[in-house]
Each structure stands twice: as structure tokens, then as C-alpha cells.
Nanobody
Framework: QVQLVESGGGLVQAGGSLRLSCAAS????????MAWYRQAPGKQRELVAG???????NYPDSVKGRFAISRDNAKNTVSLQMNSLKPEDTAVYYC?????????WGQGTKVTVSS
């Protein structure tokens, strides 16, 4: 079992930055893959950023160059630095972990970008 708790969401103006954090209930060294997903109202959930246990990252084109995912193995946290935010980035952001063949989701943190 992995419990995930997100923090750092809020309201920001377009062009601004936010940093989301995700605290895991166990060592993230044991977690194969961690990621951030988001879901905007009326839209499907989508991958925003992923990072493997080896540190390899991947991003969709919509956020590439603006978002950066990182992991701190000592603190068992994964962060998402979001820069140059756009109104279309408005969504609930979820921290996700894949371990032992199972996916685990946090409760989500809301990000609102005003124009």
C-alpha cells in the first residue's frame, strides 16, 4: 500500500508559477514509477509528468519546457514545478504511484490559473 498526499495547489495568474508536492507513506525507492495527472472539468484525466525510479522523466507536449517533475528519495516526496502557467492548466492535479502491479492515487489538489 502507498498513501499519497498532495499539497501546493491554489490560485495563480497566467504566467505565474506553482510548485506541487506529493508526500508518500513509504520509501519512494520502492516505487517503480511516479507521476502527476490532472483532470479539468468536463475532460478526461491526462498525464502531466512522469518519473521512473531511475530518474527518467517524460512529459506531454502541452507542458514540455514549462513543467518539471523531480523526486527526493530522502524525503519520500515528488514535486512538480509549474512555470508559465496558462488558464488551460486549470485542473485538479493528482499524484500517482505505481508499485507492485498496483496504481495508487492521491486525493488531488486544485490548481486555478486566472487570465
Amino acid at each position: 500500500q502507498v498513501q499519497l498526499v498532495e499539497s501546493g495547489g491554489g490560485l495563480v495568474q497566467a504566467g505565474g508559477s506553482l510548485r506541487l508536492s506529493c508526500a508518500a507513506s513509504r520509501s519512494i525507492l520502492s516505487i517503480n514509477f511516479m507521476a502527476w495527472y490532472r483532470q479539468a472539468p468536463g475532460k478526461q484525466r491526462e498525464l502531466v509528468a512522469g518519473i521512473s525510479s531511475g530518474g527518467k522523466t517524460n512529459y506531454p507536449d502541452s507542458v514540455k519546457g514549462r513543467f518539471a517533475i523531480s523526486r527526493d528519495n530522502a524525503k519520500n516526496t515528488v514535486s512538480l514545478q509549474m512555470n508559465s502557467l496558462k488558464p488551460e492548466d486549470t485542473a485538479v492535479y493528482y499524484c500517482v504511484a505505481f508499485r507492485g502491479g498496483n496504481w495508487y492515487w492521491g486525493q488531488g489538489t486544485k490548481v486555478t490559473v486566472s487570465s
